[in-house]
């Protein structure tokens, strides 16, 4: 099936974004983040990073609903969260999480060892289990108050991958916030445009942008909004970059409006 161009779906900005964020309590997004770093972690930059998530997962969720609905289905399943990857790659997040999901598994290959000899799923996971995997169950509460919000249900299966995709990915943006800040910036970055040879090419990342978020001042035992906008460009690229950035700035201002911690970052 031929992929959409993922700016053909992308929804607006929303202005409200401080109530929204709410799915992932900044007592969550701290947690994890203690998991992979022993910095302190900012209050902008913990409601940052819940941003970015729910972002991602709102994403995943919409491509999902379009997949079910074309099967006149309302509540959603695992196989719409592949339909829903498959035709926007940038949905692709989390990627640690598919050695564990039941959902994902045809997709990671099989392994055979020297006798070829079929090496089972357990062994490759190695004895230790990763924390963002055994922690993924803090996350359901939030993933299934997300769905509410976008008027969506889903079979406990989805509820499971969604919970082990938000945990997976909101690590992956911690480990990149840390480095960051010991990097004092981003030292190394890529631009990836997807598109068809007879489609116009896609706008680069802004430079100002780019920019604001290559060095970094502060000190370097603090995790500040910034740094998460700055992992969010590591981790994500394309529209649903510049849309996790966007939103992300809304509710972090919003914030700083209502509590006065203007100096906080």
Same mark, same amino acid.
């Given at each position: 099936?031929?992929?959409?161009?993922?700016?053909? /779906?992308?929804?607006?900005? /929303? +202005?409200?974004?401080?109530?929204?964020?709410?799915?992932?309590?900044?007592?969550?997004?701290?947690?994890?983040? $203690?998991?992979?770093?022993?910095?302190?972690?900012?209050?902008?930059?913990?409601?940052?990073?819940?941003?970015?998530? $729910?972002?991602?997962?709102?994403? =995943?969720? %919409?491509?999902?609903?379009?997949?079910?609905? %074309? /099967?006149?289905?309302?509540?959603?399943?695992?196989?719409?969260?592949?339909?829903?990857?498959?035709?926007? &790659?940038?949905?692709?997040?989390?990627?640690?999480?598919? #050695?564990?999901?039941?959902?994902?598994?045809?997709?990671?290959?099989?392994?055979?060892?020297?006798?070829?000899?079929?090496?089972?799923?357990?062994?490759?996971?190695?004895?230790? +289990?990763?924390?963002?995997?055994?922690?993924?169950?803090?996350?359901?509460?939030?993933?299934?108050?997300?769905?509410?919000?976008?008027?969506?249900?889903?079979?406990?299966?989805?509820?499971?991958?969604?919970?082990? =995709?938000?945990?997976?990915?909101?690590?992956?943006?911690? $480990?990149?916030?840390?480095?960051?800040?010991? %990097?004092?910036?981003?030292?190394?970055?890529?631009?990836? =445009?997807?598109?068809?040879?007879?489609?116009?090419?896609?706008?680069?990342?802004?430079?100002?942008?780019?920019?604001?978020?290559?060095?970094? +001042?502060?000190?370097?035992?603090?995790?500040? $909004?910034?740094?998460?906008?700055?992992?969010?460009?590591?981790?994500?690229?394309?529209? #649903?970059?510049? #849309?996790?950035?966007?939103?992300?700035? &809304?509710?972090?201002?919003? =914030?700083?409006?209502?509590?006065?911690? %203007?100096?906080?970052?």
């Amino acid at each position: 099936m031929t992929a959409q161009p993922a700016r053909q /779906e992308r929804r607006a900005p /929303e +202005t409200a974004s401080v109530i929204h964020v709410s799915s992932f309590k900044p007592s969550l997004v701290k947690a994890v983040f $203690r998991d992979v770093t022993p910095m302190h972690v900012s209050r902008s930059a913990a409601w940052a990073a819940a941003s970015v998530t $729910r972002t991602v997962l709102t994403e =995943i969720i %919409e491509g999902a609903r379009r997949a079910a609905a %074309e /099967e006149s289905r309302n509540r959603l399943m695992p196989g719409d969260l592949i339909s829903a990857t498959d035709r926007n &790659v940038e949905l692709e997040v989390g990627g640690e999480w598919y #050695l564990h999901s039941p959902t994902f598994r045809c997709r990671t290959g099989d392994l055979y060892d020297a006798e070829g000899v079929l090496v089972p799923l357990r062994q490759r996971r190695g004895t230790r +289990t990763p924390s963002a995997v055994a922690g993924a169950h803090r996350f359901e509460a939030g993933v299934r108050k997300l769905l509410r919000s976008q008027g969506a249900a889903a079979v406990p299966a989805m509820v499971r991958d969604l919970d082990g =995709i938000a945990s997976v990915f909101l690590t992956d943006l911690a $480990r990149g916030a840390a480095v960051v800040v010991r %990097e004092g910036g981003v030292k190394r970055f890529g631009t990836v =445009i997807l598109g068809t040879p007879d489609e116009a090419a896609a706008l680069p990342f802004p430079k100002d942008v780019l920019g604001a978020l290559s060095t970094r +001042t502060g000190d370097r035992r603090t995790v500040g $909004r910034d740094d998460v906008l700055a992992a969010t460009t590591m981790v994500l690229f394309g529209d #649903l970059r510049q #849309l996790a950035l966007t939103e992300a700035k &809304v509710s972090t201002r919003n =914030i700083s409006a209502s509590t006065g911690n %203007e100096g906080e970052v």
